[in-house]
């Protein structure tokens, strides 16, 4: 069964710096999500992308983030200058055309800020 | 605005025993709900969906959820627990018409004891 990959799965970064997270999704959807999960608080939305422009963003993701669609295959969040608060898992997501059909998840990519 | 309330942080049962794991929603549009399985370091899966077609909604793993529009409600039950499905559990929704964005429930740690 095909999945959403992410890379690298474990990623530890100074604050300040900058950091990309990868994510390839499924080959054959169209919208494409960014989630975060602090440790020991809930899922949050971050930003959905469709035909290479962000659909819909939430107030956690402002000017320090940012999402490209550099090829055909992959789908970036970066963290311009990360803060301490960035630390947590950062899940990608995918779904095929129509708002009804699910998200798929990879298994994320845990970043810390030291 | 939509959100979801699980009424439950932390659930135990005996294996072979039956599993309710309790759900509230609340949604301005015709919602679409989906509960996800998360095991110990790895994605989201996703467990079973309803999108406005039968109300009882039959998952993988033998798990099934039933929409009740008037409790807005949508818990999840299994009829026979396994060790195997020691796991945290998500409710989540997401609105038709409203964007394909999900909202989280805090989740529910279900734990099965032998």
């Known amino acids: 069964e095909p999945e959403v990959t992410q890379t690298p799965s474990h990623q530890v970064t100074q604050m300040g710096q900058e950091v990309i997270l990868r994510c390839v999704p499924i080959?054959?959807?169209?919208?494409f999500y960014w989630y975060r999960q602090i440790l020991g608080q809930k899922v949050e939305f971050l930003v959905s992308f469709y035909n290479n422009e962000i659909s819909e963003k939430s107030e956690i993701f402002d000017d320090q983030f940012s999402v490209e669609r550099p090829d055909g295959s992959n789908f970036t969040l970066k963290i311009r200058s990360t803060k301490l608060e960035d630390s947590a898992m950062y899940f990608c997501a995918s779904s095929a055309e129509t708002s009804n059909q699910p998200q798929h998840f990879g298994d994320g990519t845990r970043l810390s800020i030291l | 605005a939509q959100s979801v309330t699980q009424l439950d942080s932390h659930v135990s049962v005996s294996e072979g025993t039956p599993v309710l794991l309790r759900c509230n929603y609340s949604s301005s549009y015709s919602p679409s709900l989906f509960w996800y399985v998360q095991h110990p370091n790895k994605g989201l899966q996703l467990l079973l969906k309803y999108t406005s077609a039968a109300t009882l909604v039959k998952g993988i793993n033998g798990f099934e959820a039933e929409f009740k529009k008037s409790e807005t409600s949508f818990h999840l039950t299994k009829p026979s627990a396994h060790m195997s499905d020691a796991a945290e559990y998500f409710c989540v929704v997401s609105e038709t018409g409203g964007g394909n964005k999900l909202t989280f429930g805090t989740g529910t740690q279900l734990k099965v004891e032998l």
């Open positions: 080959s054959n959807h169209l919208y």
